[in-house]
């Protein structure tokens, strides 16, 4: 397990999936999460089942107005940031030439600014902390150019470059920025596309298997902590494998 005593982490999109996974996650490793999400039964039951060191805020990442209040919320209830997880995201899953120009911004509004807004909100707390860490939940689709993936694909990518570029002017300021690239993990928006969870359900992976949330969760943690004291703009994939390269079998045909 790993140590995230008296970190204060906020997660943006955790009342659900892979943010409700990484907020129990940091409860686990001992520290204290800010839940947020626009999902306000769901996020206030998920910080509910954590207890104490959690609460839940409605937060709409695309709103700059919205982080200032969860800023605000952050330093009322912890006293200082140490850690931001930019996790809310949609899906988009048509060929380019079928997507929308409208849901095309939607998605890289919500995606791709939102982490924008997010990263430029909190650094001014963390400084004060004296650092901290920003992970930047982006994709497999983030690593590779993933066919039926649209604007999402694209604000992956921006998110995977934004880090980079966070790490790189952030350095000195004892920030530490890393991109988290999950393939293709059973959450509630995967499994609202057809994607079952258990073995041998995933054979386009050489692991041969979709990904659980946790799996993500213990990556970000990992990410968070102490341990990845020295790690900045790195791009870290939780995906069995996928972007790795074809699998064997795909290979040789068997
Ligand atoms: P999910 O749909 O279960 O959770 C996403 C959460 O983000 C939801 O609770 C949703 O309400 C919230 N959200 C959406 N728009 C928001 C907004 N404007 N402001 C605040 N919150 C908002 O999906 P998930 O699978 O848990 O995905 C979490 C992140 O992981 C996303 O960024 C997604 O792109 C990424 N990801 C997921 C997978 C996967 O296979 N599940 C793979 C790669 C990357």
């Given at each position: 397990m790993v140590d995230l005593k008296g970190k204060a982490v906020v997660i943006t999109g955790g009342a659900r999936g892979l943010g409700a996974a990484a907020a129990r996650a940091v409860v686990a490793g001992g520290g204290r999460v800010l839940i947020t999400d626009v999902l306000e039964a769901?996020?206030?039951a998920t910080a509910a089942e954590l207890g104490d060191a959690a609460h839940f805020l409605r937060h709409d990442v695309t709103s700059e107005d919205d982080w200032r209040t969860t800023l605000e919320y952050a330093t009322a209830a912890f006293g200082r940031l140490d850690g931001l997880v930019n996790n809310a995201g949609i899906a988009s899953g048509r060929?380019?030439?079928?997507?929308?120009?409208?849901?095309?911004?939607?998605?890289?509004?919500i995606n791709l600014v939102g982490v924008f807004i997010g990263v430029k909100a909190a650094v001014p707390l963390m400084r004060a902390a004296g650092g901290g860490s920003i992970v930047n939940i982006s994709s497999a689709a983030g690593l590779t150019g993933l066919p039926l993936t649209g604007g999402y694909g694209a604000s992956k990518w921006g998110v995977r470059g934004l880090s980079k570029i966070g790490a790189v002017e952030l350095a000195e300021s004892r920030i530490r920025v890393n991109?988290?690239?999950?393939?293709?993990?059973?959450?509630?928006?995967?499994?609202?596309?057809?994607?079952?969870?258990?073995?041998?359900?995933?054979p386009g992976t050489p692991m041969g298997r979709v990904g659980v949330p946790d799996e993500i969760a213990a990556a970000v943690a990992f990410l968070l902590s102490d341990a990845a004291a020295y790690i900045t703009?790195?791009?870290?994939?939780?995906d069995g494998g996928w972007t790795a390269g074809p699998t064997l079998r795909q290979l040789t045909g068997g």
């Open positions: 769901e996020g206030a060929l380019l030439e079928e997507e929308s120009v409208e849901h095309f911004r939607r998605v890289l509004e991109s988290v690239h999950p393939g293709m993990t059973y959450t509630e928006m995967t499994a609202s596309v057809g994607i079952r969870t258990g073995e041998g359900n995933y703009g790195a791009e870290l994939a939780v």
